[in-house]
């Protein structure tokens, strides 16, 4: 039986140890560039499932990462920054890892077999929910087991592997290759692997914040500011979007209690936080379309 494409040798890696340190870290850093660009195939399938995350919280349901090792790192990653991001409740998001959350930084290699802990940790799916589910090799039991769990529920799944074919694939409701080519380091998915599945996840969760109504012209327009570098990014993407000064803006954003969307609202016209928040509700929380009722009257 062949070797799956991640545990197969890459062509360059050949007496990689009796190399010089530069010539090394070039072969790394193709390596790097050959899979991101291997994502670009799977932009398709990309585009349905940040279609399904978008819908999944529309609808009152979660988002679901589920993986193991590094996978796993690359789904926490991913679900943490949405809330800051895009002002979604962290609530909606749920990480599922193979041997839990606590004790991060202790591998837990064996826990990805774990079939019986993916049922403990998969319960409460509903339809509503999109559950994504990533392994390299495509066939991690424990991914496995959630999808399969998911799929039970009436939940949309997602499925996200760098081999073919793969259990993932099959199972999933959208399933999406990421193609990488073999590693530099064979079976070391880390690499190659793990940048194609952050580069996927990023695009996912970046286009559903994009279509929930959450960015205009690039900008973060329902980010939670927490901090000083927040407030004051809040406050120049409210003087941005208004063409606005900085005393407005700040003036305006402590009138919205911190809501960006609504004080650019009420920068642009709407009389109170009332009406700025009535404004996105009638625009399903789209600012460019509330704005838009601003502007005609």
Do not use: W
Request: glycine share 10%; charged share 20%; proline share 4%.
């Amino acid at each position: 039986m062949s070797a799956t494409q991640t545990e197969k040798t890459h062509p360059r890696a050949h007496g990689i140890d009796q190399r010089q340190d530069g010539k090394i870290l070039s072969i790394l850093h193709d390596g790097q560039v050959e899979a991101v660009q291997s994502v670009a195939s799977a932009i398709p399938d990309l585009a349905l499932g940040a279609d399904a995350m978008t819908k999944a919280l529309r609808a009152g349901g979660n988002i679901v990462y589920a993986a193991a090792g590094s996978s796993g790192l690359m789904g926490l990653a991913d679900g943490l920054e949405i809330p800051p991001t895009f002002g979604v409740a962290n609530s909606r998001i749920r990480i599922l890892r193979a041997g839990g959350l606590e004790d991060m930084a202790v591998p837990k290699g064996s826990a990805e077999d774990d079939a019986d802990a993916a049922i403990a940790d998969a319960k409460g799916f509903t339809a509503d929910d999109c559950v994504i589910c990533l392994a390299a090799s495509g066939n991690t039991p424990y991914a496995v087991a959630i999808i399969e769990i998911a799929n039970d529920a009436g939940a949309t799944t997602v499925g996200i592997s760098n081999n073919k074919p793969a259990k993932l694939l099959e199972l999933a409701d959208i399933p999406i290759h990421l193609p990488t080519p073999p590693e530099v380091i064979a079976g070391s998915t880390r690499l190659g692997a793990g940048s194609a599945q952050k580069i996927a996840l990023n695009m996912m969760s970046t286009l559903m914040g994009i279509k929930l109504g959450h960015v205009v012209d690039g900008l973060m327009v329902n980010l939670v500011a927490n901090n000083t570098k927040l407030f004051h990014r809040a406050e120049n993407i409210v003087m941005q979007i208004t063409g606005c000064d900085r005393t407005e803006a700040a003036g305006n954003l402590a009138a919205a209690e911190g809501g960006v969307k609504e004080a650019i609202l009420i920068t642009s016209g709407a009389t109170d936080l009332g009406q700025a928040r009535e404004l996105l509700d009638s625009a399903g929380q789209n600012l460019r379309d509330a704005l838009s009722r601003v502007n005609a009257g």
